[in-house]
């Protein structure tokens, strides 16, 4: 064999463990997905369950949320008192903390609410005075995806 027919077959054998090594590399860095087909449909019909449609709704909204995902709703509502309802559905460990802004929350400071995802459970609600808008910060924690749902109801 000649030496380039050696230097050929070497940098041939090499990208070849190059290309198994970096397939094997990617299969096993990819996320460790063991949600059974369906599972974040069967979670929005829980929360849709949980926490239902309703008349007097002035907003509300269903959000799905990667782990360690942060999302932010805004809507312009009339001043007034409003009841907000909360509910998230997701698997185990999973946990979301609601921010609501300090203009929105009539001037007291973030809200900082921490809800458990995993296990089935009534919503979370709590009364909320509005100046002109509607402004929340919905992050989920890093253990798994969530469904979020809130509904925003004016009392007075």
């Known amino acids: 064999m000649t030496s380039e027919r050696v230097r050929g ?7 070849a463990v190059l290309l198994a090594g ?12 063991t949600r ?15 926490l239902p449609d309703t008349d007097m709704q002035q907003d509300r909204s269903t959000l799905t949320l990667d782990a360690g995902a ?14 907000v309802s909360l509910i998230c559905v997701g698997g185990p460990g999973s946990t979301v903390r609601v921010s609501l802004d300090a203009t929105g929350f009539g001037g007291v400071g973030d809200s900082g609410l921490g809800l458990t995802c995993e296990q089935e459970r009534s919503p ?3 009364p909320l005075r509005l100046t002109d808008e509607f402004r929340m910060t919905v992050s ?3 253990d798994s995806p969530v469904i979020f749902r809130y509904s925003v109801v004016r009392i007075s």
């Not at 942060?70 to 009841?83: H, I, K, N, R």
């Open 9 to 15: 077959a070497v940098l041939y054998a090499a990208a």
């Open 22 to 33: 970096g397939t094997a590399w990617w299969l096993l860095a990819a996320p460790d997905d």
């Open 36 to 50: 059974p087909a369906g599972q974040i449909d069967e979670w929005q019909r829980t929360a849709e369950r949980l």
């Open 70 to 83: 942060e999302q932010s709703v805004s809507t312009e509502l009339p001043s007034g008192e409003y009841s």
């Open 124 to 126: 979370e609600s709590f």
């Open 140 to 142: 989920a924690g890093e």
